[in-house]
């Protein structure tokens, strides 16, 4: 569902995007609107779903832990559901699916313990998954450009 945002929902959005850990009360001022509008908005926001929670961004790279990413190539009508299952498992950061049927997986393991990966693997053998380990990361971002935000409607 498509969801239509005005200038000051993309300016909130922006600043949230930025710091995480600005006040209201200081987005407010920096916007020139009272704070008590940033709040109403900011909880419209979450409550459409824009906004899908407040947290610390971890980059798993620099904790030690080992990326890897995983196609699957599944029969098109067990996509969903085996999609579903894998985005269960713990090690998994990330799911997504194309419309031929694959699933592409983002996933961790410590380095020096592989075996939670292992195990998560086992369990998709029957699809034959191919892993890609990360050697390295070029790029590793979670925020949407603010070109992108600014052409919403």
């Known amino acids: 569902m498509l969801i239509s945002l005005d200038t000051l929902d993309k300016s909130i959005i922006k ?15 920096r916007l020139k609107v009272p704070h008590t509008t ?3 908005r900011v909880n419209k926001l979450v409550d459409k779903g824009v906004i899908r929670g407040f947290s610390a961004i971890l980059h798993p790279h620099d904790l030690g832990f080992k990326l890897n990413i995983v ?5 098109q009508s067990e996509s969903k559901a085996v999609a579903s299952a894998i985005a269960e498992c713990e090690e998994v950061l990330k799911v997504f699916t194309t419309v031929d049927g694959k ?11 592989p ?27 979670h925020k949407l450009h603010h070109g992108f935000i600014d052409q919403l409607e």
């Open 15 to 29: 600043y949230l995007q930025d710091d995480g850990r600005v006040s209201l009360r200081e987005l407010g001022r």
């Open 38 to 40: 940033i709040f109403t």
């Open 71 to 75: 196609m699957v190539d599944v029969p």
């Open 103 to 113: 699933i592409i997986v983002k996933a961790v393991a410590q380095d020096d313990d």
């Open 115 to 141: 075996s939670c990966l292992n195990n998560f693997l086992s369990k998709l053998d029957k699809y034959n998954p191919v892993v890609y380990p990360v050697e390295s990361v070029v790029k590793y971002d």
